[in-house]
Structures are given as C-alpha cells and as structure tokens.
C-alpha cells in the first residue's frame, strides 16, 4: 500500500552500495502460507564507497532471526528493509525470515500459481523474499537448497545434490538478486540437448503442468535455433551445464529472463497447431529468443541501477528483432514492427508518459517497462548500427562483451564502446537516451531544371514533453534513394545524417526530376512529413524498390483516404483503391507482404493521426469510415478475392513458418473481405473444418464481425472450454469486437461470466485491455466503457498493482477526444486515484496520466 508521500528517486543521486557480497547461500523450506528463508551472506566492505549505512531491503517479511558473525541482533525494521550496525570488517549475516507465497497476488517475489510455487524478482521484488541489498550494482554467486515435497525443484545455475524432498543448486555466475529464480511442483518437462560451439553439452528442458508436455516441441526447437543464432551472428556461447525453461499461468509480463531458469508466462512458450495462432507462433519464437538472448545482454553484463534499463532491454529486443528477420522475412519484420512501435510507442512518447529512453526519475520502477524503453531503446540501436555500419557495430560488441562483462553497466559504457572502435564522438547521439519526444522530421524538394539539380531540404523538431521544454536537434539517419519517372532506381539507397535543425542534401546532373524515396526502412523513429500527393504515393506504391516505403505509401494513401472520409465525407479515394488491387493481385509479391498491404490503419491509429493535423477525433466517424473502406476495398477486389483465397490455402501440413503464415494471413484477408460482401460460406466452412487456430478464429472472427457470430461463438467456447489460453482468445475476440454501441455490456457480461478471474492477468487483460482496445465501443459517448474500466482497475489494484497500473495507460491518450469525453475520462482517473490505499503504481501513472 501506498506511503502518504511517495518518494521519487533520481538518476543523479545514484551511489554505490557501502557493502560487496563474497557469496550468498539460501535455504527455503516451502510452506504455502510459512515459508522460511534462511540466507547466510558473507560481505565486506566497499572501497569505492562512502555511504557505509547497512541498509537491507525487505518487505512484507516476518523477521525471525538476524545474527552477524553468529551474534544475534535486534536491527531496525521499517516496512521497507532495515538497518543494522555492521564491523568495518567482513562478517557474516544470517537472517531466517517468513513469507506466504500462496496469498501472494501482486505476483511479485515468491508466489504460487495453480498449485506451484514460482518466483518474480525483477525488478525489485527479491525483497519480498528476504532481507537483501536488493540493487542491480550487488552481484553475487548464490548456492541454494530448497526444501519442499514437489517433484522438481529447482533453482538458477548448475544442479548440485539432491534426494527425497530437497534440492540444491549452485550458480557460478555473479548475479544481481534480480536474476534469482525459484520453482517447485509437479511439473513434467519436455527435454532437449544442445553442443555448443566449443563442444560442451548443455541439458535443455521446458518444464510444464501435467497435459502441456504436448505444446512443448515448438518452444525447444525456437530455445535450439537461439542458441546457434547467437554463436553464429554475436560469437556468444551459453555458459551453464543446463538451461530451463518453465511456464506459469499467472505471471504479469511476457517472460523472464533469471540466470539458467527462464520464467515464461505459458502464453508465451507453449505452442500447438490446434490452439496457437501463426502470431502466437512467432512470438513465443521470438520471446524465447528475447529471454535467451538475455544471458549475455544483461545476465553477464547488468544494468548499474533500474535508470538503465535500456541497456540491456533496447539491445536486446534489437538482438531478437534481428533473429526474427534472419529466421522469417526481413521486410515483413521491419513493418510489424514499425506498426506496433507506432501503435504503442508514439502515443506514450507524444502524450502525458511521455518519458526518455533513460529516463533520469520514477516513483515505482515497474512503471517503465515501457515501449520506450524497450522498442525505442531498440531503435536507438538500430540507427546506431545503421550510422556506424555493421563491421563496426559488430566490433563495438565484442569490445562491449569483452570490457564488461561481469559488470554493472551504464548508457555511458555502451556508448563509449562505440566511441572507442570508431573514433566517433556520440555526445549529440546520446541525445535520444535523454530527450523524449518523437521528432518530427519535414521535407521539402527542390527541382532546377536548367541544371538538373535536385536539392532536399530538411528540419527536425520535437514538441515539449512532459519535464523538457526545449528539444536540441538529434543525429536522425534519413536511409533515402532516388528514382527517376519511370519508376527505375538511379540513387540506391544512401544515408543521410541530419545533425542540424534543418539541412539540406543536394544531387546534380540529373536529367529529369527524380522521385525520392525517404526514410527507407524506416531508418529512424520519427514521424516524416512530406509535402507530396496522392499521385506520387501512387507511383512509389508501385515502384518503390524498398520493400517498407512501397507499404508506407501504400499505407499513407489508406490513412489519408480514411482521414478524408472522415473530416469532408468523402468516398474513398480511386488511387489508393487501384494502387491496392495492383499491389494485392502480383503474384510475384510475397503473400505475407501483400496481406500487409492489404491490412488498414486501426482506428485508434486513426485518432492520433487525427490528432496529430489538430483535429479532434469522432470515434464513431473513425469506426464508420474505416468499416466503409473495407468495403470498397471488397468492392474493387471482388473478382479477385475467391482466387486469392483458394490459391493461398497452404498446401500440406500445418507449419507456423513464414511461408504458411504468409499465405493464411493472405487468405484470411480475403475471407474477411468477402465477408464485408454478404458472402460467409468460406468463413463458415472454414470454422467448421480448420485444423489450425489461425485459421478457425479467423473464421470466427468474420462471423463476429457480420453479426453471425452467436452460434459459433458458443461452439468455439464448448470446443475449447478446458485450455485456458484459447478462452482468453475467446474472451478478447468478443470484448475487441463488441459494436460499440453494445460493447461495454458485452465487456461487463464476460467479466460476469464463470471463467472470469480478475487474479489470473492474462484473463483480465483479454477481457478488459481488449475492450479497451475497441476504439469506438471504449470511447463510446455515453462514458459507459471508461466506468467498466475504472471499476476493474479499483478492484484490481489491491490484488495486482502491476497489472492495474499498466492497463491505465488506456487512459493516456485522453487529452486528443472532445471536452465531454475529456471530462468523463477525467472524472474516472480522479475516482481512481480517490481509493483509499490506492497502489504507489497505480497512484504514480494515473497522476502523470492527469499531468
Ligand atoms: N526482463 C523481462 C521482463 C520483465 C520485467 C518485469 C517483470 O516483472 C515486473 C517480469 C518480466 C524481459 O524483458 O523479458
Ligand atoms: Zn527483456
């Protein structure tokens, strides 16, 4: 529960800890309500440290014993931790405390889920466990003996003795206690084997709930494939004689990332053709991958303190980003990619949250998980690969690896690796660590025909956020090519490297005026602005040789289409139709590309892009117009879609590549589109007969969206009623696709329905983040949907502050809607922040969220 004033910590006071650790041994005897740890910790003082207060972290403990060098003591204790008088020697320290992991509902420290016990010590829930200097800068080697009569026990590092009701594990490796990871219960594992590439033999095992040993085969091979990626592209080896995998049904993120013992949430490495979809697939591929790739980018080298989180989750989201491009289609990734950072990254970074990819203060660190932090972060890596080049980049890691690893690293060090191996200053680079905001970027052409001489010109700038008022230009690499009327390339692609608040680039000796092709794979996270019509959107939808660009224009003559069916009524526009039916019926085109293309912006994508011109968005405009597109868009493919359908059902097996992804993401589109047409006999029959989840809840979800859903919705729910992670599906297909008008009953009804439950959050946030996620049913004027949410956040935040406080940032984009909608908003984040008790997180982001 929350203190009176909450503390903000700042970047800048950061000082070391007054105390090393030598080593750390732990004993827990399990008890679902008394637990007891015992830990026996041998420091010595730190000779790079002034501050010599012993303080330990602790938090909801029950101290049993402290002795230092065998002495028992009486220490301080607050609710945060306590202090105690220590020798200005080395000594030992010895506490023996008591948890209750089975009433443990924030699913932070030691807690149990379905009947096993699991732990979640990042970022700061160690502390819940035990009296510890709880502070990514403390590392350590811990041994550890667990207790308890569950078939598997295990712990991080290597496996040491065990027998009837115990286990102990010993890691070699210093550790933050962040990395500390605990499992018991009756799991079965799926085993595998890997040699590395010096030939040692690691033992592999992804350990499950009794009846999931079957959705296992995928997640090993993804674990086998990440293994190799990483010897091949970073040189970098695994470094323990095991690594386990385990899946937990309660856990608040995606997956974690403790030293040999990955903690995933089961949504996100258990796998089957029957119950996953072909997104499922390549996102627990490429979680996996995330958490394994980890080892090196941020188990062996660590973050100084929580400011650096992008670190090690900027590189290392780049790091799986790369592995996803080199295992399925580049292009392909480069889009999902830009269209999720646009869809969660620009609206935090252009609203209330908006905060640095550093940022330099927090009141409760599990608030900035963030797409900042993470998908930013990454694409700060990014430009820096694309500005230094890949010879140097890669030398600049190894150097990385080989200066700190063992180390608690900063922004500093990784930047001065950089700087070392190219002899680059990166100082106005650093910039896009401090300074949030997206920049925006406008381009202007400049055409003189007597000389054939092309000339861009361009400035950058980026509106105020949140704390910084005035922006200094950043280093923006702007990737661009040139192509001349006939659509054939006479520039390739070349970077340009903006440093100033406007400059410009010159070509001569053209013989006609070229078109230009800017921002290529999206070299940069900023918003593009260019003074060109529909006309050459078109052109360079057709002949665009960077795969991205040519999407973009495609995508920008969507967006303007829409935005202009919404603010002046018009139809939709011929040229994007046309460009589009070109585009959709090449076959020489790849079928995952094409579905791309074929895909529209979303509708809250449509509201901030509304916004973005300084109009208020209409969501119910936004949801007519975009329903009205689809139509059209039925319309002009008619004769087109039952080839495009038939033509791209994968033949053969199930396989979740991207080959087959492509294709049934093709086709699928095309069932939709005909659905839009009054023709359902595909949907249907595909539902009936589908042997994969891609294909059945597509089918489904065209049914929903016709409004000839009601019987198939029921048939899905009786098929699938025993696997917990296809009802979250169902779940969130019907809160996501609720008319709007009905939508906050439909939510409310599923939050009444018995598989509801409100602690599980994969459950709540099917339910309430997909209604939230339906645009115009959300935002629906009466402010019934803003009520359904605010209700379940209240009664969410004493049981789970994590999970409350993130689904608050539905809220952040408030300020863009009308005043009636404005002051309903604000009346719900008041009542919010009203409760007595209210979480320090959820008090931290609805108080930024409010600015
Ligand atoms: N480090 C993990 C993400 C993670 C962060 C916090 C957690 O609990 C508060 C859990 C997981 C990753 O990047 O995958
Ligand atoms: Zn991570």
């Known amino acids: 529960m929350r203190d009176a004033a909450p503390q903000t910590i700042y970047l800048k006071d950061y000082t070391p800890f007054g105390y090393l650790i030598d080593s750390v041994h732990l004993t827990f005897k399990l008890h679902p309500t008394t637990t007891r740890v015992l830990s026996r910790i041998a420091f010595r003082p730190n000779p790079d440290a002034t501050d010599k207060t012993f303080f330990l972290h602790g938090e909801q403990l029950t101290l049993i014993s402290a002795k230092i060098d065998g002495a028992e003591i009486t220490p301080e204790v607050t609710d945060e931790g306590l202090i105690a008088n220590v020798p200005d020697a080395p000594f030992v320290w010895e506490a023996e405390v008591e948890i209750s992991p089975s009433t443990n509902t924030a699913l932070e420290g030691l807690y149990m889920s379905n009947g096993m016990y699991c732990t979640q010590c990042e970022a700061e829930g160690f502390r819940k466990i035990t009296y510890y200097p709880d502070r990514p800068d403390v590392m350590a080697t811990f041994d550890v003996r667990i207790e308890g009569d569950e078939k598997v026990l295990l712990s991080n590092g290597n496996p040491g003795a065990s027998g009837d009701g115990f286990a102990e594990w010993s890691d070699p490796w210093k550790k933050p206690a962040y990395l500390f990871a605990l499992v018991a219960g009756d799991l079965v594992n799926h085993p595998g084997q890997f040699t590395t590439k010096s030939g040692k033999d690691v033992e592999l095992n992804i350990w499950v709930r009794p009846g999931d040993d079957g959705k296992c085969a995928f997640g090993m091979q993804a674990l086998k494939d990440s293994m190799k990626w ?29 030293k040999g013992l990955n903690i995933f949430n089961s949504s996100c490495v258990l796998a089957s053709q029957a119950t996953s979809t072909d997104a499922d697939f390549e996102r627990i591929e ?217 400059q410009s680039l010159t070509f001569t000796g053209l013989g006609a005026r070229p078109i230009p092709s800017i921002l290529r794979g999206f070299s940069a996270p900023v918003m593009l602005e260019q003074d060109i019509d529909n006309a050459r959107r078109a052109f360079l939808l057709a002949h665009d040789t960077d795969e991205f660009n040519r999407w973009e224009a495609g995508r920008d003559l969507a967006r303007d289409s829409l935005i202009n069916m919404i603010l002046k009524d018009a139809a939709p526009d011929p040229a994007y139709l046309d460009g589009l039916k070109r585009v959709v019926t090449d076959t020489s085109l790849d079928a995952a590309y094409r579905a791309l293309m074929l895909a529209q912006p979303t509708e809250t994508e449509l509201a901030g892009a509304l916004a973005a011109l300084g109009e208020t968005p209409d969501p119910d405009k936004i949801y007519a117009a975009t329903k009205a597109l689809s139509k059209a868009k039925a319309g002009i493919l008619a004769d087109d879609l039952h080839a495009l359908y038939s033509d791209n059902q994968p033949q053969g097996p199930y396989t979740p590549d991207a080959e087959g992804s492509g294709k049934r993401a093709l086709a699928n589109m095309a069932m939709a589109l005909l659905g839009r047409l009054g023709q359902l006999d595909p949907a249907k029959a595909q539902f009936a007969t589908a042997d994969n989840m891609t294909q059945q809840i597509a089918a489904l979800a065209t049914l929903v969206r016709e409004g000839a859903g009601t019987e198939a919705v029921q048939d899905f729910y009786d098929q699938w009623k025993s696997d917990r992670l296809v009802i979250d599906k169902w779940f969130g297909l019907q809160a996501g696709m609720a008319d709007p008008d009905q939508a906050a009953e439909v939510a409310k009804a599923l939050t009444q329905h018995a598989d509801f439950d409100m602690k599980n959050p994969n459950r709540f946030r099917a339910t309430l983040g997909a209604f939230a996620g339906n645009h115009a049913g959300f935002h629906h004027a009466t402010g019934a949907g803003y009520k359904l949410l605010a209700d379940w956040l209240i009664k969410l935040d004493p049981v789970n502050p994590q999970t409350t406080a993130r689904m608050c940032t539905a809220f952040q984009t408030w300020k863009r809607y009308d005043s009636q909608r404005q002051s309903l908003i604000r009346a719900e984040l008041e009542r919010i922040l009203a409760t007595e008790g209210l979480s320090r997180d959820t008090h931290e982001m609805v108080t930024r969220i409010l600015g």
């Open 286 to 502: 490429a979680i996996i991958a995330h958490e394994y790739f980890h080892n090196w980018t941020g188990n062996r080298i660590t973050c100084r303190d929580w400011f650096q989180l992008c670190l090690k989750e900027g590189l290392t989201v780049f790091r799986d980003a790369q592995f996803t491009a080199d295992m399925r289609s580049e292009p392909v990734k480069r889009i999902d990619d830009v269209i999720a950072l646009r869809a969660r990254q620009f609206p935090e970074d252009q609203g209330p949250l908006s905060h640095p990819v550093r940022p330099e203060e927090f009141q409760e660190i599990n608030n900035f998980y963030t797409a900042t932090v993470y998908e930013k972060g990454a694409e700060v890596i990014g430009m820096l690969k694309t500005l230094v080049g890949d010879e140097a980049y890669y030398q600049a890691l190894d150097l990385y690896f080989e200066r700190h690893d063992g180390d608690a690293a900063t922004i500093e060090d990784w930047i001065k690796v950089f700087e070392d191996c190219t002899g680059r200053d990166l100082t106005q680079f650093k910039r896009w660590y401090s300074q949030s905001g997206t920049p925006k970027v406008s381009v202007r052409e400049e055409w003189q025909a007597e000389s054939g001489t092309f000339t861009l010109h361009f400035s950058q700038s980026t509106a105020p956020t949140p704390g910084q008022d005035v922006k200094d230009p950043r280093v923006i690499p702007i990737a661009l090519g040139l192509l001349n009327p006939n659509g054939d390339e006479t520039h390739p692609t070349r970077i340009f490297e903006m440093m100033e608040a406007e």
């Open 230 to 258: 990483d010897e091949d592209v970073y040189g970098r080896e695994y470094d323990l004689d095991i690594f386990n995998i385990v899946a937990v049904d309660d856990f608040n993120m995606g997956a974690m990332e403790n």
